[in-house]
């Protein structure tokens, strides 16, 4: 829980130094942002309302996934098979029995390329759709040129206009960092300024320590205690006016949050002890099941965009961080990856579906990169970026489907390639935003949300 007021001592402007540090932990949660700019987007016509992405963290092999190659060698196959699925042609790995049951409602891109085998410079291609300069290299050059915003920077632009009592883009449950601490960039707002910033929700759902005030700081507090946060960020905002050339914006950001807090409607979208407990083990408690679960609370009340990205605990080990298997793969494949996945998607798929908003709503099944196209001497698979795979499902998205292939042991493209500006050219189209529409910066100056060119193919 966030405390604001504190004794100790002032600095000129009447707020103390500890203060306006945990004014810094409010704007984790978007409570400081500038408003969103104004963007030049025509009326949505797409039949997508909302997406949901889904990063896998770390890199899932293709071979364990979306891609078998039971024909291969050993040491490129690996031990697990295919399976059949309920499209009679395709088939993914047995890991996955649940997806396979619902792949008439999934699209498999199966030759994405970045061409970049760093978690973070390939990251950052995958969420924003540009190249990272330079290309695999961890965390190189932060800051420009690398600060092309994120998907959810561009769509809570898009929605600037709409008056609203949650936000319209959300990260959940932390940043994506490597194992040094290094966040990677991409994950922000980047040139858009900080007003475009989607919220990021700091958190472990399904924690028996979690409470609804890690997320909306309302649920225990008075009408009282609120004003006196609201004051304080007033005053807060003056001083970030003078700095920020959109600083006289900030209030009205500030507002809608304090708005936000203040709706009991807007605060439950985050209070999952609200879901039967039977619904919550339909998405698995595991951390990233539980996340999932949260996400379509979230769209369900009104949020445009959701990333959730793979949670990665404390305690996870430090040689084998998220889906970065360097060692022992199969294990980790069989035993704490690909279960809770497979268990999340499909639960989510199927759940959006009864409620009537899988029509409305964009799954996008993503990571960094692939895995190398045979085992290294741990038993593990290193980064890869030439070629792996992604699953769409949902609004706009051909069911039963599969785009590209990658080669024989699954190691390039062999047809059909995909870039990660096309990936993004697709999320916009469904969403019902041309991609070469323009957006303006805090310059005014016009910029096309994405470059790339719309996957036909898997596309309504």
Not at 42 to 71: E, N, Y
Not at 127 to 153: R, S
Not at 358 to 383: K, Q
């Amino acid at each position: 829980m966030l405390r604001l007021l504190t004794n100790g001592p002032r600095l000129c402007d009447k707020l103390t130094r500890r203060e306006m540090l945990r004014i810094g932990g409010i704007g984790a949660l978007g409570l400081s942002l500038p408003a969103l700019l104004s963007a030049s987007t025509g009326p949505i016509r797409g039949s997508a309302r909302r997406c949901i992405v889904l990063f896998l963290m770390g890199g899932p092999p293709q071979h364990s996934t979306w891609d078998p190659k039971p024909d291969a060698t050993p040491e490129v196959r690996g031990p697990f098979g295919p399976i059949a699925t309920s499209v009679p042609g395709i088939q993914i790995c047995e890991l996955m029995p649940r997806l396979a049951q619902r792949m008439d409602k999934i699209a498999i891109l199966r030759a994405v390329s970045t061409g970049d085998s760093a978690h973070s410079s390939s990251g950052y291609y995958m969420m924003t759709g540009i190249p990272h300069a330079p290309q695999n290299v961890e965390n190189a050059n932060p800051g420009a040129p690398n600060n092309w915003p994120t998907l959810g920077a561009i769509v809570q632009k898009a929605r600037a206009g709409e008056r609203r009592l949650i936000p319209a883009a959300v990260r959940l449950p932390h940043r994506i960092f490597n194992t040094d601490g290094s966040v990677w960039p991409g994950q922000d707002s980047g040139f858009l300024g900080q007003s475009a910033d989607p919220w990021l929700l700091r958190c472990e759902p399904g924690a028996a320590t979690m409470r609804v005030s890690e997320f909306s700081l309302a649920a225990d507090l008075p009408s009282g205690r609120l004003d006196d946060r609201h004051r304080l960020l007033h005053a807060v905002n003056q001083q970030l006016q003078l700095a920020d050339r959109v600083g006289q914006r900030y209030d009205r950001n500030t507002q809608q949050a304090f708005d936000m807090l203040r709706s009991a409607e807007a605060g439950h979208a985050f209070d999952l002890e609200r879901e039967p407990p039977a619904m919550r083990e339909r998405y698995g408690r595991s951390p990233f099941g539980q996340s999932v679960l949260l996400s379509r609370r979230l769209v369900e009340a009104g949020v445009s965009l959701v990333q959730v990205n793979w949670y990665r605990g404390p305690n996870e080990p430090s040689d084998n961080p998220c889906w970065d298997s360097h060692t022992d793969e199969p294990n980790r494949l069989r035993n704490v990856l690909v279960p809770p996945m497979d268990h999340a998607f499909a639960a989510l798929i199927d759940d959006l579906e009864q409620r009537g908003l899988l029509d409305e709503t964009l799954i996008v099944c993503m990571a960094e990169f692939g895995r190398t196209p045979r085992y290294n001497a741990r038993t593990g698979r290193d980064h890869w970026g030439p070629v792996f795979s992604v699953a769409l499902a949902g609004a706009g998205i051909r069911g039963g489907t599969v785009y590209g292939a990658s080669d024989r042991i699954g190691a390039q493209p062999r047809d059909g390639r995909v870039r990660p500006e096309d990936l993004t050219a697709t999320i916009f189209h469904c969403l019902g935003f041309a991609p070469d529409t323009e957006i303006h910066d805090s310059f005014n100056r016009p910029i096309p949300l994405s470059r790339g060119q719309i996957i036909r193919q898997v596309v309504h």
